[in-house]
């Protein structure tokens, strides 16, 4: 799987937009970009994926480059709850036995 | 819709002892993965399951690490003796087939002293 690179920290005040940015430029045709964020103390949970459309849901948006090789997760109105490690990670989907790889992520933090 | 379930939440043991953790994945979910969480890191791959099959355990230290999924729902990971370096937080995950969204539990944090 493709590698990706992420700034290892960030600042974000409340109730402002969150960008956060990730590199991959190494990214095969058929790799999708996934994001996860860890919150403190708890289990890595799943934000969203996509190959190369932009994608929305109730969590973020999710808008990739033309060229793939990067893209940027935006929490559109950041919250305190949302300060957490988030990691951008590239793999093929289905059928693959291969694994999610993480790297360090992105600390967060959103600011009062 | 109920989460990944673990269990228990925190062990504490000494080197050379035995320790297993328990997970229940999201009812419906055939694929089961097992991970190293060490402090300040990304979560590691340990072992992945299709239903009661063993899909990758390439990074398991088979030495002293195993796990097994007999009835293709419920896993348990075992270390078998603990050493120090395996303190870490374990996580267990499903995902409904191979290679899709994985959703995690919350772990169980071991401290070997």
């Known amino acids: 799987d493709a590698k990706t690179t992420q700034p290892p920290s960030m600042d974000c005040a409340e109730g402002r937009a969150a960008n956060l940015p990730c590199n991959h430029s190494?990214?095969?045709?058929?790799?999708?970009v996934y994001w996860y964020r860890q919150i403190h103390s708890q289990g890595p949970q799943y934000i969203i994926h996509?190959?190369?459309n932009n994608e929305t849901n109730e969590m973020a948006s999710l808008i990739i480059t033309e060229d793939r090789k990067s893209s940027t997760l935006i929490l559109p109105h950041a919250t305190l709850r949302d300060t957490a490690v988030y990691y951008c990670?590239?793999?093929?989907?289905?059928?693959?036995?291969?694994?999610?790889?993480f790297g360090s992520g992105t600390q967060l933090t959103v600011l009062p | 819709e109920a989460g990944v379930a673990q269990s228990p939440r925190y062990k504490i043991i000494e080197k050379r002892q035995s320790v297993a953790f328990w997970c229940n994945p999201i009812?419906?979910?055939?694929?089961l993965y097992w991970y190293q969480q060490i402090l300040g890191q990304g979560p590691k791959l340990l072992i992945q399951?299709?239903?009661?099959?063993?899909?990758?355990d390439s990074q398991l230290p088979k030495d002293r690490f195993s796990a097994e999924r007999l009835k293709g729902v419920d896993s348990t990971l075992k270390i078998q003796p603990a050493k120090l370096e395996d303190s870490a937080v374990y996580l267990c995950?499903?995902?409904?087939?191979?290679?899709?969204?994985?959703?995690f539990g919350p772990g169980t944090r071991l401290t070997v002293t």
């Open positions: 995950a499903s995902s409904l087939v191979l290679g899709t969204a994985q959703y």
């Open positions: 190494t990214i095969s045709g058929n790799e999708y």
């Open positions: 996509g190959l190369k």
């Open positions: 990670i590239v793999r093929v989907q289905s059928g693959s036995a291969r694994q999610l790889t």
């Open positions: 009812s419906g979910h055939a694929t």
């Open positions: 399951f299709q239903n009661n099959g063993v899909v990758d």
